[in-house]
């Protein structure tokens, strides 16, 4: 699965589009997936992370301080 946040587990979701007459179709909402690099145990490791986690990694770094 390509689309997945490597440090949440966060997927695709899939629903329904739903046009003006209401007519449902399948559709999917695909995560805010971005690349970056963010050092674990000293070493820089690449990872795509949603952007949540993202966000909570820079509030756990910011208390930490």
Do not use: D, Y
């Not at 490597?6 to 899939?14: F, I, N, Q, T, W």
């Not at 805010?32 to 966000?55: D, E, H, M, P, Y």
């Amino acid at each position: 699965m390509a689309r997945v946040c490597e440090l949440s587990g966060r997927g695709p979701l899939s629903g329904n589009k739903r046009s003006h007459s209401l007519r449902p179709t399948r559709r999917k909402w695909n995560v805010n997936l971005q690349k970056k690099t963010i050092i674990v145990n000293g070493q820089k490791v690449k990872v795509k992370a949603s952007t949540r986690a993202l966000r909570s990694l820079n509030k756990q770094q910011s208390t930490a301080e």
